[in-house]
């Protein structure tokens, strides 16, 4: 069973940076997608970065150009975050899509399997 970690929210005053880090409890095979979402008070999740199969990474327009998204070996997620303003002041959580496939006693077919961090959070405020 796959978990993931976040770390590095905080506090930090407007302009500043932080470096958001989720750890996998192991290392992650045949990984579709990988991203950051994000949910401040009051409002729904939405989606911050991600990749799809590999593909380019998809930035909210809100972020774009301040946040950067990375991985490391498959196993390490990043969102490095500059500029910060309150508006970016959330839960921050990671998450990670993984393909999986059925034991043979249950047809052998596959599915996709999504792994949630518990969330850090990220105060932007003087």
């Known amino acids: 069973h796959v978990q993931l970690v976040e770390s590095g929210g905080g506090l930090v005053q407007p302009g500043g940076s932080l470096r958001l880090s989720c750890a996998a409890s192991?290392?992650?095979?045949?990984?579709?997608?990988m991203g950051w979402h994000r949910q401040a008070p009051g409002k729904e999740r939405e989606m911050v970065a991600e990749?799809?199969?590999?593909?380019?990474i998809n930035y909210a327009d809100s972020v774009r150009g301040r946040f950067t998204f990375s991985s490391d070996h498959d196993r390490n997620i990043y969102l490095q975050m500059d500029s910060l303003n309150p508006d970016d002041t959330a839960t921050y959580f990671c998450?990670?899509?993984?393909?999986?496939?059925?034991?043979?006693?249950?047809?052998?077919?596959?599915?996709?399997?999504?792994?949630w961090g518990r969330g850090t959070l990220v105060t932007v405020s003087s």
């Open positions: 998450y990670v899509r993984i393909l999986e496939r059925h034991g043979l006693r249950d047809g052998g077919g596959f599915y996709t399997e999504d792994y």
């Open positions: 192991e290392d992650l095979l045949n990984i579709e997608a």
């Open positions: 990749t799809v199969s590999g593909g380019t």
